[in-house]
């Protein structure tokens, strides 16, 4: 009895262990159930999804990064550097770093000049960016500026210079009508961009040589493969491909040549081409006034950008491309050509100069430049004396039609086709353009107009150029600005020249002719042009022109003195040199500058003397 | 050749002998030794190759290992006088928690002792079982309704408090540690049921106590890729992390989730997403193997101990031991919501390194005491 309740303790000891450990088999066989579900999660996981996942982690750690390509420099045709990289500084900011953006902006007000335009800007493009990449607020800044912030840098968390290559022009002014530009990238250059190879780049070509080579000087983007964190700063390299740099331009352009047009057009405005008429190579292009590149690189702002427009010069418009002017009186050698080579009657005759032209149906009375008239005229002394008469008669008696068709010959009503965009194509008028345009018959008095330049007829000065090269040389080549592309580890490649067209002259006399009568209109006493050729030792040929801008009435009179500026005539010069053998071709215009004689040749005379001494022409 | 084999039994024995001396198991110190230095390892990795922190640890550990010593040092039959004495200790604390606590992420958990910051909570997850034991051992199996009621309500008391703090992990782990102790307890498996239908019951319920952070965590659990760059964003790195490692690994140090900073908590709760990373499959398997033999070599010292506080005790704090790691791994790998508790012995961090320790130090004594009767 003694032994029972320790027995019935034991027993239910040995029952109390049986019942535990069975408890603990299950609770055994439960964990090593739920280790076995969590093994199969880590092999659902590392096996069966690793490849999605490993693609996951490798886009986590894996940025790519643009590196954008240095662009090509632009040179003269002597190597003169026209547009090159300069490393400038500029102030970025990283928004990441920033504490307060406003109260940043309005700090750094004080210290730099940040214009409002640059906080829009900068904005903007706050927009449209990468985690942690910093943004320009200011380009180029002055080294003041530069000092000034580096002392106050403390205050601005997260706002750096940033030392990049910015686009820079040597010659400025001199060469913006020419090279045009480069400028931020906008919505419409983005519509026909090739994005990817535009990433990391800021600026695109905008006009001139600039934006017509684009391509070319543009090179390819590189790329850096950079393993970043979870916050998307840079930690190394992983890979790397280097950008293509874009190639280098060679110009045709001589600067010498290019600076001493833009000085003897002095305070005028015009344009003034010069071009070599063997191939079409342009030499010079001047448009005044020009305007400073610069700011269009660092960003203009709305301000000074409004008043480079609304200025009644129009500094910003290329007058060389753009400009329609009515070729006046240097139209006079390629009508006297033509009615020499159509055989015309009249070309072989003298007419009797009054100083007026009347038609026998009409009592209108046609003026000559001299109010008592040239006398008796034959081609030649017409050409000299830029007799209007003559020609008022000539165009008469050729008729529109020829007159129009043999002026298409040397280009006329159609664009040169010179390798930048924005060239104007002129107006040649002919029968069928005045049904067209006004719906009605051509008139013929308005053929005797044409006679003399005037009238519906508008030529652009790089027309100009281009028929005083035909009239030179008989051939008519594409104008191009650049010479060459030069790539960084190659041959360069030469541009050929086109040869757009020839006059077929089926008597060379009759060119001869012409041509003659041109160099004398320089080189005689009696020559429209006569003080141009003062003590030259080569020869040129040329014609005045003066093209009216407003129509004088029948009987009142045309002075200079009194007239309006804006309303004075235009001066026209075209010119060609050598006679024999032709070397340069220049066109010569200057926007109320009165006469040709004394506003336009002295220029060409300047660029003739340049270049006879650059070029060491006999 | 002879003599060698001979010195080398000699070697042997001393070794035993040693842990007989130590009161220690040498299977279960040894798996806990090789999971410490792995944990090392990766924390190494984790933390950056951060030394200041790798030496914060292994103090930690150290602490750790002392303590569990210490603890296999005094014997079950203490253990169990102490028992309800701790117990009104703990509740005490965590009563003054809410009276002088400190507040850290949000949660009044600590308590500061002027020279030690403790969470008292984390000591329940050791007495609550202690006590639920002291109390159920003296009952016959199987345990009346008032025995379960009762104990019941030792844990859920502790359980209450620690949730309010509010600590849901350790909450849960305490609760888990009480069902633990009923269910070895021997009660009846209608009783389970029942139990496991009212738990289940008591969930809607227990949303509206929910703080908000804590729905959004089990929401995010529901569908991680609603939410990529908030708090499903965890979960998302944590899984390409794992993922990525694939069956070999990255190799250690070479993490690209964790050491470009992507995978949150790296050296905290999502420890584990870094061991897969970087050790693959076959690390992940070593380690989940390594714990499955710790766990059933607990469970092992559980069924042999001598008297029923002991096996409860032990069956408990094995059992506590698995969950912490069943409900991290679950986490890091997306079947479980985001909780708040780390990887056992391997994740940076403070109290449950050293409660876990002791806990093995009490499982430690309990092979020993055992030992000592059979033998």
New interface residues.
């Given amino acids: 009895m003694v032994a029972m309740p320790a027995s019935i303790y034991l027993a239910d000891r040995q029952y109390e262990q049986r019942v535990f450990q069975f408890r603990a088999l299950i609770v055994a066989l439960i964990c090593l159930f739920l280790l076995l579900v969590l093994a199969v999660r880590m092999i659902y996981l590392q096996v069966v999804h690793h490849d999605m996942f490993s693609t996951l982690s490798q886009n986590n750690r894996l940025q790519v990064i643009p590196t954008p390509p240095n662009r090509g420099l632009i040179f003269d045709r002597n190597g003169v550097v026209l547009a090159e990289n300069q490393p400038a500084f500029h102030l970025e900011i990283t928004p990441e770093d920033v504490v307060d953006m406003e109260k940043t902006l309005s700090g750094l007000v004080e210290v730099v000049n940040v214009r409002p335009t640059d906080i829009e800007s900068f904005k903007d493009a706050l927009k449209r960016r990468r985690k942690f990449e910093s943004i320009p607020l200011r380009l180029n800044l002055s080294e003041r500026e530069t000092a000034l912030f580096a002392v106050n840098r403390h205050r601005f968390p997260g706002v750096d210079i940033a030392a990049r290559l910015s686009r820079h022009y040597p010659f400025a002014e001199t060469t913006a009508h020419v090279l045009g530009y480069v400028g931020r990238i906008d919505e419409e250059d983005l519509i026909n961009l090739d994005q990817a190879n535009y990433r990391g780049t800021n600026h695109i070509g905008k006009l001139g040589v600039e934006q017509a080579y684009e391509d070319i000087l543009h090179g390819n983007v590189g790329y850096q493969q950079l393993e970043v964190n979870v916050e998307g700063r840079e930690l190394r390299i992983l890979e790397e491909q280097a950008p293509v740099p874009g190639d280098d331009l060679q110009l045709h352009l001589d600067i010498r040549l290019q600076q001493i047009a833009e000085q003897s057009m002095t305070e005028k405005t015009g344009a003034v081409i010069a071009m070599d008429p063997n191939n079409g190579a342009i030499l010079a292009l001047v448009s005044r006034p020009s305007f400073d590149p610069h700011p269009f690189v660092n960003g203009i702002s709305k301000k000074d950008y409004q008043a480079l427009r609304d200025s009644p010069v129009q500094p910003l418009f290329n007058r060389a491309l753009r400009g329609q002017y009515p070729p006046g009186s240097t139209i006079k050698p390629a009508l006297a050509l033509a009615a020499l080579e159509l055989g015309a009657d009249i070309a072989h005759e003298t007419v009797n100069c009054k100083g007026f032209f009347k038609l026998p149906t009409d009592d209108r009375k046609y003026r000559d430049w001299k109010k008592h008239g040239h006398g008796k005229v034959d081609l030649h002394t017409a050409i000299v004396q830029s007799c209007d008469v003559y020609f008022y008669n000539l165009a008469n008696q050729m008729g529109i039609d020829a007159v129009s068709e043999f002026l298409g010959l040397f280009g006329l009503g159609q664009p040169t086709g010179i390798d930048v965009a924005g060239e104007k194509p002129g107006l040649l008028p002919s029968r069928e353009w005045k049904r067209k345009r006004y719906a009605m018959p051509w008139f013929p008095g308005e053929t005797i107009s044409v006679g003399i330049g005037q009238g519906y007829m508008l030529m652009t000065p790089m027309q100009l150029v281009q028929m005083s090269a035909a009239l030179a040389t008989a051939k008519i080549y594409q104008p191009q600005l650049v010479a060459a592309l030069l790539p960084k580890n190659a041959e360069a490649v030469p541009i050929t020249p086109v040869l757009k067209s020839e006059l077929k002259v089926t008597n060379l006399a009759n060119w001869d002719e012409v041509r003659l009568a041109m160099r004398d209109v320089v080189h005689t006493d009696r020559g429209t042009a006569r003080g141009s050729s003062w003590g030259t030792k080569y020869e040129f040929a040329g014609k005045t022109g003066t093209a009216q801008v407003i129509g004088i009435a029948q009987d009142e009179e045309y002075d200079e003195e009194t007239i309006a500026e804006h309303f004075r005539d235009h001066a026209l010069f075209i010119a060609f040199s050598p006679v024999e053998n032709p070397r340069l071709a220049v066109a010569v215009l200057v926007e109320h500058g009165g006469h040709g004689s004394s506003a336009a040749a002295p220029v060409a005379r300047q660029l003739f003397d340049a270049y006879m001494k650059y070029y060491d022409v006999q | 050749m002879f003599s060698n084999e001979v010195k080398f039994a000699e070697g042997e024995s001393l070794m035993r002998e040693i842990f007989r001396r130590l009161r220690l198991d040498p299977a279960l110190f040894l798996s806990l030794m090789v999971l410490i230095g792995l944990g090392l390892l990766i924390l190494y990795s984790a933390s950056g190759q951060n030394g200041a922190m790798l030496l914060r640890q292994g103090f930690r550990l150290l602490i750790g290992v002392i303590s569990m010593l210490v603890f296999a040092q005094i014997s079950t039959h203490k253990l169990r006088l102490w028992s309800p004495w701790l117990y009104v200790g703990g509740i005490f604390c965590l009563l003054l928690i809410f009276a002088v606590g400190d507040v850290g992420k949000g949660a009044q958990r600590w308590l500061d002792l002027g020279i030690v910051r403790f969470q008292p909570s984390e000591l329940m997850k050791l007495i609550v079982p202690m006590t639920m034991a002291w109390y159920l051992s003296g009952k016959?199996?199987?345990p009346k309704f008032k025995h379960i009621v009762v104990a019941t309500i030792i844990f859920m008391l502790p359980l209450a408090l620690i949730a309010k703090q509010p600590d849901l992990g350790t909450a849960m782990l305490v609760g888990s540690a009480g069902f633990?102790c009923l269910?070895?307890a021997?009660m009846s498996w209608w009783w389970m049921f029942s139990a496991s239908v009212l738990v289940c019951a008591a969930m809607p319920l227990a949303w509206n106590f929910m703080h908000g952070y804590q729905r959004q965590r089990v929401l995010t659990f529901l569908n991680p890729e609603n939410d990529p760059l908030g708090a499903g964003y965890h979960i998302i790195?944590s899984?390409?992390?794992?993922?990525?490692?694939?069956?070999y690994g990255k190799g250690w140090l070479n993490g690209?989730?964790s050491h470009?900073?992507?995978l949150p908590e790296r050296s905290t709760d999502f420890i584990f997403s870094v061991l897969?990373e970087e050790f693959?499959?076959f690390g992940?398997?070593f380690i989940?193997a390594l714990?499955?033999f710790i766990?059933?070599r607990g469970?092992r010292i559980?069924?042999c101990a001598k008297?029923?506080y002991s096996?409860i005790v032990a069956?408990s704090i094995t059992?506590t031991f698995?969950v912490y790691l069943?409900v991290n791994?679950?986490m890091v790998?997306g079947?479980l919501p985001v909780v708040g508790i780390p990887l056992p012995l391997v994740s940076y961090g403070g109290t449950s390194i050293v409660t876990l320790l002791i806990g093995f130090g009490m499982l430690m004594s309990i092979n020993a005491d055992r030992r000592f009767i059979s033998g």
């Fill in positions: 016959l199996l199987p633990v269910f070895l021997g790195q899984k390409i992390a794992i993922g990525s490692g694939g069956v690209t989730q470009l900073d992507f897969a693959g499959l992940v398997l989940l714990f499955a766990v059933l469970l559980a069924s008297d029923g096996r069956g059992l698995f069943i791994v679950g790998s079947l």
